[in-house]
């Protein structure tokens, strides 16, 4: 199938009035068998071609059901979207039907995943796989298609990749797994590209690789990439924006300088006292106290409030803090962000 | 059913045969050791994998039904006078194939004997070829796969073989050659021709549960709290039996229950065949077996036994299922 | 491979001509062997020598073709070539009936878990494990064969292929319902597989995404049919023997009812051998359906 109603290609900011890509209040819920689990509770960013956001959040904050919920690709059930809208180049995908919906998918976003290993199928060959984008987007016959993956595993630096077209998942390191996966992600040209985790499985000098790949790749296609993952070191290099996600919120959205050096959120802040600093040697490691909440049973008022050290009483009580602009560019939702600006605790 | 890792491994083929050999589960999951660490603010009592098993069990209908139904049939095997007070040796010939009425709800068959009789004491030769192959079968077949498993190394690879040989006769096939060179009579003991068919059928089904039980120990004994108890001090007998053998047991009772239905099945086919359960051994597979040319004429008499066998096996293979479905982790 | 089918024919042979006892007992009907043809077997089998080379000079019978006599003086070997055809014809079709159905049912229900198709499925590949074949071959032959006249309920002479197609449904009955089982389960699990979830990412229709899970799932389906095989030829005998067919299993069937212990035994190692190359083939084939162990 074709896409015929879409455009296609390196989008161009100056047409819209708004981002590329506008998540508006979105909402996600898993009905299990402990009772319904708000995973996504009213999450909003926006991302614009050629910008890169970092999501940045730890496991279970709901950063990767909201990745999914843009990509329409949910388990449904448990999962269900209850509210919000996402809004690429203007078109709300949430309230497309599903068969238009794929049109989008591949074409005009793609997304990579953490493990390459599980993520590939590993009985067809990986040139079967980057060519299945182009048989089945644009019409092309296998021979034509595996010519364009040859082409795409040179572009990711595959080495040798004419002679390897034909070989199995499995035959390849974990770096190069992600680098196939990257390629078969950028294969149409997409204007947005998901990556959830595409580092984290992999050594820390590939990881650098990878991210260099990526953030090169993404000059030269006009991207806006969306970068999930829970690893501060990660993100530091390449994102232009980070909204850090606690509990199915966002907690606080800045420019990644204003982040690292003057974060508004509590816990954002232990965070970054988390990372272990070579010049702290023989001080005692800093962690956040407590464990995220079970999503069924979010605590009342602020869900960060019972680790939290700046908490009150209003943060117990009443509604979770709004997401407050700070200024054009930051984001914050805590009632007490001017005392974690102003100084240390 | 746990994918096993394949990545690069060889093609083990004790993962396909253990998962998808016959008659047991098609697929079984290998359920981690006691009690993941549940990382919630409110972290509640540890459960164990059959806690949680039996609070699923107990409310599921399956079980529930097939529970009763093996108890009940249980209770008809070890004491049929509960269920009937007709001898079912007091076979008068006039009342020959005499369709079910009132005196005999099921009729009677061809030697006049009252079918209804000859059904609830056919129980008992069945379940206690049944319970008694399967106890050999866990024996046996535990053993060596427990000793496979655990050891390793050339135990392993003489185990193996032994298992690749056995495997290779089929439990009908083995068991008719079995039992042709060994063949009993009509004078042969009650007791005697139930344990040839009970040996029989033992001695080609240990092999399913031994790869079972090797797969289960191997991929226990590389779990962190036996390299503990190992580097504790503990003799290899004692980490058997606390931290392996209880770990490992369940897919093995999943397999053992529903192959219980399985062997049923197989003596009642080896009766029919005329090798197994002899006359005067009062068996559903010999009243089929004896029934069957009059199916026209008479189905009473070869459609009580046929239900009643059925809804045996029927009833032992629910069970295992209920059983294995609530001892998976995934479908938590 | 070699050493199973040395270990395993030797097991035969041992449990049928050299355990302690009259190896003679109950193999020639319902009267004791005649003496000549005790005397013939014993210089035959050399039942008087080692046990060891007793099982020598009997692989070195079977391979030149030499599978024994019976007691009524008919060669084995003439008896298992006259009847294997049928099997052949009858096996093959039921293998073919195992895999449409089987896997065609298996992958409705693994596609919607949980729905009406589902459940139907799984009881009644419940209910057919859990009747005996017999039961199920005599109830066909009376309901379809019989009361409806669908079919004949009795295969005739050369066992025709359409007459075939009663026992051979039979044959593959229990078969066909584990397939349809695992096959069921295989695609559930695949479906929630990462790389499904990759394949819906990059915006394959439907049909293209479960086909990504059922090549998967198919492998070990295919392997199954390969180890199930035996149990099949087991179904065999009884299936071949209610339907009447001159098959190597009505050849067994019959044989087991005259106490015909050579041919019972003759044929039953021909059989085992046969499952023994299959299983081989099956090894051989699932190399080639799984690139992971092609390249280790």
């Known amino acids: 199938m074709t896409v015929t109603d879409i455009t296609v290609g390196p989008g161009d900011g100056g047409a819209r009035d708004e981002p590329l890509l506008v998540v508006d209040d979105l909402q996600v819920e898993f009905r299990t068998r402990e009772g319904v689990a708000r995973a996504v509770n009213g999450v909003s960013y926006t991302v614009d071609a050629g910008e890169t956001l970092a999501v940045l959040g730890e496991s279970g904050c709901g950063k990767s059901v909201t990745a999914q919920a843009i990509m329409g690709i949910l388990d449904t059930p448990p999962g269900f979207v209850t509210g919000g809208s996402v809004r690429l180049d203007g078109v709300d995908l949430l309230a497309l039907p599903e068969n238009q919906r794929r049109a989008y998918r591949g074409e005009a976003i793609a997304m990579i995943f953490q493990d390459a290993l599980s993520a590939l199928n590993p009985v067809y060959s990986v040139g079967r796989q980057i060519a299945e984008m182009f048989r089945v987007h644009r019409d092309m016959s296998q021979k034509e298609g595996l010519v364009k993956a040859v082409e795409l595993m040179d572009l990711v630096r595959i080495p040798a990749a004419k002679e390897r077209v034909n070989d199995y998942p499995h035959q390849f390191s974990g770096g190069m797994r992600q680098r196939i996966m990257i390629a078969m992600s950028i294969a149409l040209q997409p204007q947005v590209l998901i990556a959830d985790e595409p580092t984290t499985a992999l050594d820390v000098t590939v990881q650098a690789q990878v991210m260099e790949l990526l953030a090169d790749l993404q000059d030269e296609l006009n991207m806006a990439l969306i970068l999930i993952t829970h690893d501060l070191g990660v993100v530091a290099d390449v994102a232009d924006r980070i909204a850090v996600m606690y509990a199915g919120r966002i907690v606080e959205q800045a420019p990644v300088g204003d982040l690292y050096h003057r974060p508004a959120h509590p816990y954002t802040q232990g965070l970054l006292r988390s990372i272990p600093r070579v010049d702290a040697k023989g001080t005692e490691l800093f962690a956040i106290k407590g464990l995220p909440p079970n999503l069924t049973r979010v605590p009342p008022g602020c869900s960060f409030n019972p680790r939290c050290v700046y908490a009150r009483d209003v943060c117990r009580d009443g509604a979770a803090p709004p997401l407050e602009q700070l200024s054009d560019t930051r984001a914050v939702a805590c009632h007490f962000y001017e005392e974690v600006l102003g100084g240390e605790q | 059913m746990s994918e096993p890792t394949r990545l690069g491994g060889a093609r083990d083929r004790d993962n396909v045969q253990r998962e998808f050999a016959r008659a047991p589960a098609e697929d079984i999951t290998l359920p981690s050791p006691e009690g993941e660490p549940v990382p919630s603010e409110d972290v509640g009592k540890p459960r164990s994998l059959w806690q949680d098993a039996w609070d699923d069990l107990r409310h599921n209908k399956l079980f529930i039904i097939g529970s009763i139904l093996v108890l009940i049939l249980i209770v008809m095997a ?42 609830i004491y056919g129980a008992r030769a069945s379940i206690l070829v ?72 033992a001695l080609l089904g240990w092999t399913q549960l031994a790869r079972i039980m090797r797969s289960s120990v191997i991929q226990v004994k590389n779990q962190d709290y036996v390299s503990a108890a190992r580097a504790l001090g503990a003799s290899s007998s004692r980490i058997i039996g606390r931290h392996v053998l209880p770990n490992s047991l369940a897919p093995v009772i999943v397999v053992a229950m529903i192959s219980l239905g399985a062997y049923i099945s197989a003596e009642a086919t080896l009766s029919f065949l005329g090798i197994g359960l002899q006359p005067p051994v009062i068996s559903w597979g010999i009243a089929i077996n004896d029934a069957a040319t009059y199916v026209r004429t008479s189905p009473h008499m070869l ?30 | 491979m070699i050493p199973v089918v040395i270990g395993t024919t030797f097991i035969i042979f041992t449990m049928v001509w050299a355990l302690p006892g009259d190896p003679f007992a109950g193999k020639c009907g319902d009267r004791p062997c005649p003496p000549s043809y005790i005397a013939e077997q014993t210089a035959r089998y050399n039942l008087d020598d080692p046990l060891l080379l007793q099982y020598v000079k009997y692989m070195g019978n079977l391979l030149t073709g030499d599978l024994g006599e019976t007691f009524r003086g008919t060669q084995v070997i003439d008896e298992l070539a006259v009847a294997l055809p049928a099997t052949l014809k009858l096996t093959t079709l039921a293998i073919v009936i195992e895999i449409i159905i089987g896997i065609g049912a298996g992958v409705l229900a693994g596609l919607r878990r949980g729905s009406f198709m589902d459940n139907l499925v799984l009881l009644s590949t419940l209910v057919v494990i859990s009747i005996p074949i017999f039961v199920i071959g005599y109830l066909a032959q009376f309901i379809l064969g019989v009361q409806l006249g669908w079919f004949p309920p009795t295969v005739g002479r050369g066992a025709p292929w359409s007459d075939l197609i009663l026992p051979a449904l039979v044959l593959a009955s229990v078969s066909l319902a584990y397939v349809a089982r695992l096959t069921r389960t295989q695609l559930a699990e695949n479906m929630r597989a990462d790389y499904v979830r990759t394949a819906t990412a990059k915006g394959l229709p439907r049909r293209q995404v479960v086909r990504h899970a059922l090549r998967n799932s198919l492998i070990p389906v295919v392997t199954f049919i390969g180890i199930d095989f035996g149990a099949l030829m087991g179904g065999a005998v009884v299936t071949e023997g209610i339907f009447n067919i001159k098959g190597v299993g009505g050849l067994v069937f019959g044989s087991i009812a005259t106490r015909e212990g050579a041919t019972v035994t003759a044929a039953i190692t021909f059989i085992v051998i046969v499952f023994l190359l299959v299983n081989l083939l099956v090894d051989l084939l699932y190399g080639v359906l799984d690139p992971r162990i092609r390249y280790e």
């Open chain 2, 303 to 332: 459609f009580f036994p046929a239900v009643f066998l059925s809804v045996t096996v029927f009833a032992f293979i629910m069970l295992g299922d209920a059983v294995r479905d609530a001892l998976d982790p995934k479908l938590r």
């Open chain 2, 78 to 119: 070890a004491f049929p006078q509960l269920f009937t007070s007709v001898d079912p040796r007091n076979c008068v010939l006039q009342n020959s194939r005499q369709p079910p009425s009132s005196e005999a709800w099921f009729g009677y068959d061809l030697q006049g004997c009252d079918v209804y009789a000859r059904t």
């Open chain 2, 130 to 201: 049944g319970i008694f192959t399967t106890a050999s079968v866990m024996i046996i077949g535990g053993l060596i796969g427990i000793v496979a498993g655990f050891f390793g190394g050339w135990v392993d690879g003489i185990a193996s073989r032994i298992t690749d040989v056995f495997l290779a006769l089929p439990l009908l096939l083995g068991s008719i050659l079995i039992l042709t060179a060994f063949p009993s009579s009509t004078d042969t003991p009650e007791l005697v021709v139930i344990g040839k068919v009970v040996l029989a059928l």
